[in-house]
């Protein structure tokens, strides 16, 4: 079992920037997928970024394509989501996710969640 923990969160205006991170511990990062989810006041918990093991295929939602990227160093154990030109659409709780070891081809299912950064985006 990997236990993963999030940071980074904040309050930033629109426009701006933002990373957030997740470290993983328990179990070597490099055997899983990685997600990020995120949950709006409201509404429904959605998958926004996925990255496979290696880090060399990476998928996102149309709402952040372009502006958010994700990424990992399996070395420390840890992915990252980058965020820019950042709208107040954008606040959230964000989660970090470990999925199965699939093949890209396979829909990305979160086997581990963290706890959740807040990301708030002032106007």
């Known amino acids: 079992q990997v236990q993963l923990v999030e940071s980074g969160g904040g309050l930033v205006q629109a426009g701006g920037s933002l990373r957030i991170s997740c470290a993983a511990s328990?179990?070597?990062?490099?055997?899983?997928?990685m997600g990020w989810f995120r949950q709006a006041p409201g509404k429904e918990r959605n998958l926004i970024a996925h990255i496979s093991q290696s880090g060399g295929s990476t998928g996102y939602a149309d709402s952040v394509k372009g502006r958010f990227t994700i990424s990992r160093d399996n070395a420390k154990n840890t992915v990252y989501l980058q965020m820019n030109s950042l709208i107040p659409e954008d606040t959230a709780v964000y989660y970090c996710?470990?999925?199965?070891?699939?093949?890209?081809?396979?829909?990305?299912?979160?086997?581990?969640w963290g706890q959740g950064t807040q990301v708030t985006v002032s106007s």
């Open positions: 328990g179990r070597a990062l490099s055997i899983y997928r």
């Open positions: 996710t470990a999925g199965r070891s699939t093949a890209w081809s396979v829909p990305y299912v979160a086997q581990y």
